[in-house]
């Protein structure tokens, strides 16, 4: 089940100038303080929940939450198209201390391993501006977590070892048999082609995939578009401009080879498109394009595999409304993100959304019917 935060209002929120982009560098390696004592305990429920830890994890969970905090209110200032990833994240943050409170211990290790997801999913999204692999944290523990295949790809990316983590994410791939993790595909082409900008790479290992997978089978096929794709990528240069041409051209690529609702085939070009599209994001002004960048990076999402815990359509759709309300794009957003609530929330009674997100898309209306009356 995926989760959906609201966030009502934050564009606009005059808040302290409090925090200078310097301080990034400070919350994060305070994060990954509180990550690396709570992780190796959480891998066991008996050890995360036993009564001579739980003072210790306790403490450590309060404190996380707090950093999270200040995480969500540092890019609020920073960055407002990351933050609704801090702001969810201080959120679970919260959650996986007090559930922990409550003695709800398997819920809080439930809770606190999706918190990692946000990690990844904004580490992954840009190109990395890091001199060298996992920035200017030692990594003293990491050896003695009992992690091993994806687990410990997502735990390099969560830690901005990329390098280290597409080795991982490529030698489990080439492990396994006949299956392949479609999530941990998706996370491996975020850090190739969006943080390393390395869609070479991206080709030449699919090229040993096609040649590892039995042909014939399902996996094959999808083997044989993801090569494919990334060879018309490299050789007819589609990414050599961050441009939003270039990045149409990308999604209607991948829209041709779709053979239905997240059909996982065109997640190659897409995940390309969103490379481009993410920089172009970076200290842009224009706010129609702006738009329209939200407008597309909340389709494609819609369109990938749909299996991450964190859903980042309604988000993206949510910033194109709220940056140019008045834009084509801006009133296209409205009715994706209509369409996306009444399909979670309509069962065989009917439609049920709760009353904050009603209010919220009430508000996100009026913002963009308000055009009609001037
Ligand atoms: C909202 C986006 C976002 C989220 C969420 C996030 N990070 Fe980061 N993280 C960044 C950015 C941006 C940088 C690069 C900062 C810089 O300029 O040095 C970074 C850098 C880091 C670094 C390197 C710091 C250094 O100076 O060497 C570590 C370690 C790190 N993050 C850990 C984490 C962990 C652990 C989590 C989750 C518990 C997390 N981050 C969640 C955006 C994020």
Redesign the pocket.
Known sequence: MKKFWVIILFFGLSTPAIAKDSE??AI??G??ES?EVLIPYSLSTDEFAAVSNRSKMQDELNKFAIKSEV?SDH?KIIRQD?FF??YG?SQDAKDAAELYKAGNYEQSRFVLHH??D??VT??SKAQS?DKKDG???FFSNIKNFKLTGFDLANYQT???QFDAALNKFEQTFLAEKFYLNSTAFGSYLKVALRVKNDPVRVEKFLLKLKNHVPAGSRLYDHVVYWHESAKDIVNNKLRAKSDLKSARRLIDRGDKIQGYYHDSASIVYYVAASALLLTKLESNKDKDELAEIFYLLGEIEDKMPDDFWISETEMYLEQSIRVAPQSKFGGKSLGLLEDRFLFNYTGSSGTHLPDDLKKNLKELRDLVHSKKKG
Request: with cysteine; glycine share 8%.
């Open positions: 990034a560098s994060m390696k994060m990954y990550i995480l890019f990351l990833l801090g994240l918190v990692s946000s990690c904004c580490h501006q920035g200017k944290i969560m830690s901005r």
